[in-house]
């Protein structure tokens, strides 16, 4: 049958078991899928012209009903400090951002899974621009493709991504499917093989997603909780009104049984002076999590053009810390990394999809990069 006109299948849509069961109605053996799969995530082949253990006849058949989509890359700029950010164009011209940190035991990348975002959280910038749409499979999972091409090999063989975090543009668990598919591929040692101790998922805190979730997959959890009690976490994680802390907690508590990936929870907490910063917070964030088994990170707010935020004192964030650290809890603060080229934490593609000022800011970009 023509398929003329009909847009290919990507076939970097797919995991290990969507291209199997896919191969398999086309009356191919399952073997067939771990080539494609390892031709595609592996050798990071760009056409299946490159994948020649699969034999010309099947290949021509593929042709003509998938091809390898991947995202444009539109600018890559890398920070004195070694980290990374790309912006990346998708087909239908949206743009969506990541990030890579390099750090001196591992290298994380940031990914993005949905263009703009609907949680609207009052400090971060991906809010102001709105939820335009879920990312597909092959768009997720074409970051940390795109990622790998282009960062140079350790000279130690050690891998140059080690780490995933699902904590750029968008609300992970509100693109359910595709993205366990795509960490699925992050996981899976014909793809990318990655531990499931360093794929970690950062949610705002979709309860009835997190119990989804751990049917599903195992992997990471970072809970963005920002707030030590309902009336502050309302105003700055507005889905909180829908899932309040109490309800969340109890979420973690069954999420981290049973399984060995899942010791403790990240809870994120970003440092907003004079909000949630003062010493009264912390000991009311102690209460909160008492008896979870979690690790705080402290994340020093970064400011985009019009907040009303301020970020932390370093002393402020440092007696933050004491507190926590004093009443017995894991606690780490978030170096900074990558300011000099806006790559850090919740101010990715604010700039590039906001939609009335779209073409603007792509000329300007475009000069810069010229
Ligand atoms: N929607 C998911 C993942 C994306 S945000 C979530 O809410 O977890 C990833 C992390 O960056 C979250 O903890 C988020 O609260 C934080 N963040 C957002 N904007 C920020 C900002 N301006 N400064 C510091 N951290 C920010």
New binding site residues.
């Given amino acids: 049958m023509s398929q003329a006109g009909a847009k290919k299948i990507n076939l970097l849509d797919m995991s290990s078991e969507k291209m199997k069961a896919f191969l398999q109605e086309r009356g191919e053996k399952p073997f067939r899928a771990t080539q494609l799969i390892k031709w595609l995530h592996q050798h990071q082949a760009e056409s299946l012209d490159q994948m020649t253990n699969i034999s010309k006849a099947m290949r021509a058949n593929l042709a003509e009903i998938a091809e390898i989509r991947l995202p444009e890359v539109v600018l890559d700029k890398a920070s004195a400090d070694g980290t990374h950010k790309w912006v990346l164009r998708l087909a239908d011209g949206n743009c969506i951002e990541m990030v890579f940190i390099p750090e001196s035991d591992r290298g994380t990348l940031?990914v993005s899974?949905q263009v703009g975002?609907a949680?609207d959280?009052t400090?971060?910038?991906?809010?102001r621009q709105g939820f335009s749409r879920n990312l597909t499979v092959g768009e997720i999972i074409g970051q940390l493709w795109i990622a790998k091409k282009t960062l140079q090999p350790d000279p130690l063989g050690n891998r140059v991504v080690s780490n995933v975090?699902?904590?750029?543009?968008?609300?992970?668990?509100?693109n359910f499917e595709n993205v366990i598919d795509a960490m699925s591929l992050m996981l899976d040692d014909n793809a990318y093989g990655l531990s499931k101790r360093r794929v970690t998922?950062?949610?705002?805190?979709v309860i009835p997603a997190m119990d989804r979730m751990r049917e599903r997959i195992d992997v990471s959890l970072?809970?963005?909780l920002?707030a030590p009690n309902d009336e502050l976490r309302d105003k700055l994680?507005p889905v909180n009104k829908k899932y309040p802390i109490k309800d969340l907690i109890a979420a973690c508590h069954r999420f981290l049984d049973g399984k060995a990936a899942r010791e403790h929870i990240t809870m994120?907490?970003?440092?907003l002076d004079g909000v949630n910063d003062s010493d009264e917070h912390a000991r009311e964030l102690i209460q909160t999590l008492k008896g979870l088994s979690v690790k705080v990170?402290l994340?020093?707010?970064?400011?985009?053009p019009e907040?009303r935020?301020k970020?932390s004192s370093n002393n402020r964030i440092h007696r933050f810390y004491e507190i926590l650290n004093n009443a017995g809890m894991v606690v780490m603060t978030?170096k900074t990394r990558g300011d000099d080229i806006d790559a850090?934490?919740?101010?990715l593609a604010g700039q590039v999809n906001d939609r009335s000022r779209r073409t603007i800011h792509f000329a300007k970009m475009e000069q810069e990069t010229s």
Wanted: glycine share 8%; with cysteine.
């Fill in positions: 940031c899974s975002c949680l959280c400090f971060c910038s991906t809010a975090v699902m904590m750029g543009m968008g609300e992970p668990l509100l998922l950062s949610t705002s805190g970072a809970v963005s920002h994680v994120e907490y970003v440092m990170n994340i020093p707010f970064n400011p985009f907040t935020y970020r978030r850090a934490c919740g101010q």
